[in-house]
């Protein structure tokens, strides 16, 4: 089975555009999370899906914005970049339901350079 | 007070020795914890979970977990180069399956 899929692999942009990350889970997973990793530290978590909606925002402006569709794929999109929203862009994949505690399995990640 | 703590610095290990890590947290509701390894460049890799309090193993992997200290560890034993990565901590609070990460810690095997 494949796993948690994203894309692109890597992405150069300016300051000031807008950048839409894509991602799908395994398969028959329905929940995807959107995690945020900056160099030197640990992943920070921006959102989490579950059947088509949010369940959980973190600590992120409003220029971070992000939907899950029939699929269980998901896109993030993020406005007005800024320098420093250069990091490694992980979703990860989860496959049960609200709440509990089974594993979330992350993706190769988008790296996002903004000039 | 960060919600997961990652402090030691970066640890080298000579091949064949056992490397040990230490995590701990600030949320007494956290539930589930997890062991990620991260080689440079790449996306985190599940190694560990563990939910109970107590030891739990897998091949050469040990994680520990002591709720009433807040402390969870991981022990690599007869350490591989292969070994040489940055392993992460998450936490799980109250079963929403928001991760909190650790900053993570470098570990170095030196054949």
Redesign the interface.
Same mark, same amino acid.
């Given at each position: 089975d494949a796993g948690v899929t994203q894309s692109p692999t890597h992405l150069i942009k300016t300051r000031g555009q807008h950048v839409t990350l894509r991602c799908s889970p395994i398969s028959g997973h329905k929940s995807v999370s959107w995690y945020q990793q900056v160099l030197g530290q640990g992943p920070q978590f921006i959102f989490q899906y579950y059947e088509k909606e949010e369940r959980g925002r973190g600590n992120f402006p409003d220029r971070f914005s992000a939907r899950q569709f029939p699929n269980y794929s998901s896109e993030l999109n993020v406005n007005a970049l800024l320098l420093g929203d250069s990091a490694l862009y992980l979703c990860a994949s989860r496959a049960g339901q609200l709440g509990g505690t089974d594993t979330q399995y992350f993706g190769p990640g988008t790296r996002l350079t903004v000039l | 007070q960060k919600e997961?703590e990652q402090n030691s610095g970066p640890l080298s290990v000579p091949e064949g020795a056992i490397a040990s890590l230490n995590c701990t947290y600030s949320d007494r509701g956290s539930?589930?914890f +997890?062991w990620?390894r991260q080689y440079s460049g &790449?996306?985190?890799? %599940?190694i560990m +979970?563990i939910?109970s309090n107590g030891d739990k193993e897998d091949g050469r992997f040990t994680a520990q977990l002591n709720k009433a200290s807040q402390y969870v560890s991981l022990l690599i034993r007869d350490s591989q180069p292969s070994d040489s990565a940055t392993y %992460?901590c998450?936490v @799980?609070r109250g $079963? @929403? @399956?928001?991760?909190? +990460? $650790? &900053? $993570?810690n470098q570990v170095v095997v030196i054949p």
């Open positions: - | 997961v539930q589930s +997890f990620y &790449k996306s985190p890799e %599940l +979970f939910y %992460l998450a @799980n $079963g @929403n @399956n928001r991760l909190a +990460f $650790g &900053k $993570g």
